[in-house]
């Protein structure tokens, strides 16, 4: 959905990526900021996978996330980078490691490199658009490594599963994207905040 959404940009980077600097340094960027989620996710995978998928961890991690998301929405932030362009290489990597936070379960993928990349420098806009940039790299390398660890339990008779999944995961995706772009032009984040403390909050005391 987000390479969809994001076609032309992602095209015209493909073919100018050996004359262009500016395509040159999108790339660098993508993948300076890939690194640490995939060093650390590549390194505690299973780690993460036998010890913090609970509903007693995500719903922590979903209250603590939510009061996070309240304290820095009261920040007074400087956010001069306004376009994907100018990025610098250290913001990308700063945005890299709030990033590596959503490796435990429960933190938001979207929200930890968003809100990073205010904390970091970039306005609403182009800190939304850089984290939907950034799922690309992420979210492959992430399904691939997990499709591998689950090669044994794979078969292709569930192939009308995995097409309806993918098709219903596509549309929704799209949905969600179109919609954060338009949301994050004119709102802030506190309404997504309260969500996850009072959802986080049943969850732990359902548990």
Not at 157 to 162: G, M, R, S, Y
Request: charged letters at 15%; proline letters at 3%.
């Amino acid at each position: 959905a987000v390479c969809w959404e994001y076609r032309t940009k992602l095209i015209d980077t493909a073919l100018h990526i050996t004359s262009q600097s500016k395509a040159q340094q999108f790339v660098l960027n993508l993948f300076l900021a890939f690194l640490p989620a995939a060093i650390l996710g590549l390194a505690f995978h299973s780690a993460i996978k036998h010890y913090l998928f609970s509903p007693i961890t995500v719903a922590f991690a979903l209250i603590v996330g939510g009061f996070a998301i309240l304290f820095i929405e009261k920040l007074q932030l400087q956010t001069p980078t306004t376009s994907i362009d100018d990025l610098k290489p250290l913001q990308a990597i700063k945005v890299g490691f709030a990033q590596s936070l959503a490796l435990f379960p429960g933190v938001s993928r979207a929200g930890a490199t968003i809100l990073g990349g205010m904390l970091f420098g970039l306005n609403r806009k182009t800190a939304t658009e850089f984290s939907f940039f950034l799922a690309i790299p992420i979210m492959f390398a992430a399904t691939i490594l997990d499709v591998y660890k689950s090669r044994d339990i794979l078969s292709l008779a569930d192939i009308n599963l995995f097409a309806a999944g993918f098709a219903t995961a596509f549309l929704s995706a799209l949905v969600a994207i179109r919609f954060l772009l338009r949301f994050v032009a004119t709102h802030d984040f506190k309404v997504f905040a309260w969500y996850r403390i009072i959802f986080g909050t049943i969850v732990l005391l359902y548990f």
